[in-house]
């Protein structure tokens, strides 16, 4: 098990566009692993590679269900509106209200190098999403009621973070 530390907002490496994954190495699965240990570690639902300060287009992601691993993933359909509560393994202690899609289509490819696809609605779409944003160099609090000042200090230890 590997951690690797997380960047904060502040940090101007959030702010830069990942480059494409051409293909899959032993430095890309162990960077895949610790992203994994240091989501989990952190209690997070996702981590995107920026986030670890690497550029690269990989995102893992945990909501309960199954790890997932996305490499180049593309937002290739939305659909519905959902309102909630979403926070950031790079904004730690920090918790605002972002409106997005209900269902989110993704394409990406796997450790392997296959295409696939990944459907998810409710918290998934929510992860799905905003990890694929931080590829490009957005995050959440872009996106929050109110601006930097709807910014609120998480509550509950529970908060889901990605
Ligand atoms: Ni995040």
């Known amino acids: 098990m590997a951690l690797?530390?997380?960047r904060?907002?502040?940090d101007p490496i959030l702010n830069k566009v990942c480059k494409e994954v051409k293909a899959v190495g032993e430095k890309e699965l162990q960077l895949i692993d610790d992203m994994f240990d240091t989501m989990y570690e952190a209690n997070g639902v996702?981590?995107?590679a920026p986030q670890v300060g690497i550029l690269k287009r990989i995102v893992v992601i945990d909501c309960g269900d199954d790890p997932i691993c996305l490499i180049n993933p593309r937002i290739v359909e939305t659909d519905g509106e959902q309102t909630g509560y979403e926070g950031c393994l790079s904004v730690p202690g920090k918790t605002g209200t972002v409106t997005r899609p209900?269902?989110?289509k993704?394409?990406?490819l796997d450790e392997e190098m296959n295409e696939i696809i990944v459907e998810g609605e409710e918290l998934l779409a929510r992860a799905l999403i905003h990890e694929v944003e931080h590829l490009d160099g957005h995050l959440?609090?872009?996106k929050v009621e109110g601006g930097v000042?709807?910014?609120q200090?998480?509550?509950y230890d529970d908060e889901e973070k990605e």
């Open 4 to 6: 690797r530390k997380i």
């Open 8 to 10: 904060e907002m502040g």
């Open 46 to 48: 996702g981590l995107a």
């Open 102 to 104: 209900n269902y989110v």
């Open 106 to 108: 993704v394409e990406a």
């Open 140 to 142: 959440y609090v872009e």
């Open 149 to 151: 000042n709807g910014l």
């Open 153 to 155: 200090d998480v509550v």
